[in-house]
């Protein structure tokens, strides 16, 4: 148990004599990371628009209507079609036509590629369509060209379905890059990649610094140690610094 709390403690001296080092590293990938997310990339939106789609049997989706009675098979009905529905709504003919209605600014394929949708929650009836794009505000009006177009394609692919746009795409957010994400997660692969290449130096070093460096290493008594010279008085001849004793051996 020593041992290791000694162990511990080696590396966090270690971090703190090397503590400048290690923050001026992270700083420097921190800033890296930042400015290639902020000046290099493009940056990409998402606008979200969705939809509802039930087996018939309900035809209130409205939250601020009422229907006089909705039946547990009929809302374990709707749920089922579910993935039905995801997998129409991932057809290119839906494409080819919202591709037809937007007048030809976009490929069916480009349209598709950009698209994603599913389900907003195991148990829930909303489906998310999310179109990513440079532009925020064409991805909003994609994405709410979808919805729109896909309430007639999906009865028409599953017959007595209600599908409903329920939220159309108001705003769009940045989904790419996550810059101060990219920037912290920069930051600290730095700081551990500046740590480890001190430590690799100071396991690698097996210069003896002092008396405490050669009894943590052997296990033998110290009888004695070579003096400093760097540090002694400098000079021709030494003056006895006590009995029998020269600085030079003179």
């Not at 923050?23 to 990339?41: D, R």
């Not at 939106?45 to 018939?56: C, D, K």
């Not at 033998?220 to 021709?236: C, M, R």
């Amino acid at each position: 148990m020593e041992e290791k709390t000694i162990n511990v403690m080696e590396l966090l001296m270690l971090a703190w004599r090397r503590l400048w080092i290690i923050i001026l590293v992270a700083v420097i990938f921190a800033a890296g990371a930042f400015s290639y997310c902020k000046f290099l990339l493009t940056p990409i939106w998402g606008a979200r628009a969705s939809i509802v789609v039930t087996n018939g049997a309900i035809t209130v989706i409205n939250p601020d209507a009422t229907q006089d009675k909705v039946s547990a098979s009929d809302l374990s009905a709707s749920l089922y079609l579910i993935e039905t529905v995801i997998d129409v709504l991932k057809t290119p003919d839906l494409y080819k036509q919202v591709a037809d209605k937007l007048k030809g600014d976009y490929t069916y394929q480009d349209i598709k590629n950009r698209t994603s949708v599913s389900q907003r929650s195991e148990n829930s009836l909303f489906i998310d369509i999310t179109v990513n794009g440079e532009d925020p505000k064409e991805a909003m009006r994609v994405a709410n060209k979808i919805a729109k177009v896909s309430c007639d394609y999906i009865p028409e692919i599953i017959p007595n379905s209600i599908a409903v746009d329920v939220e159309t795409a108001i705003s769009a957010s940045m989904t790419f890059p996550r810059t101060f994400r990219t920037t912290g997660v920069a930051g600290v692969i730095g700081a551990v990649l500046a740590y480890a290449v001190a430590f690799i130096i100071e396991s690698t070093n097996r210069a003896i610094k002092g008396e405490e460096d050669f009894t943590s290493r052997f296990d033998v008594p110290l009888l004695g140690a070579v003096p400093d010279f760097e540090n002694a008085e400098s000079g021709g001849y030494r003056k006895k610094k006590g009995r029998g004793g020269y600085a030079n051996g003179y």
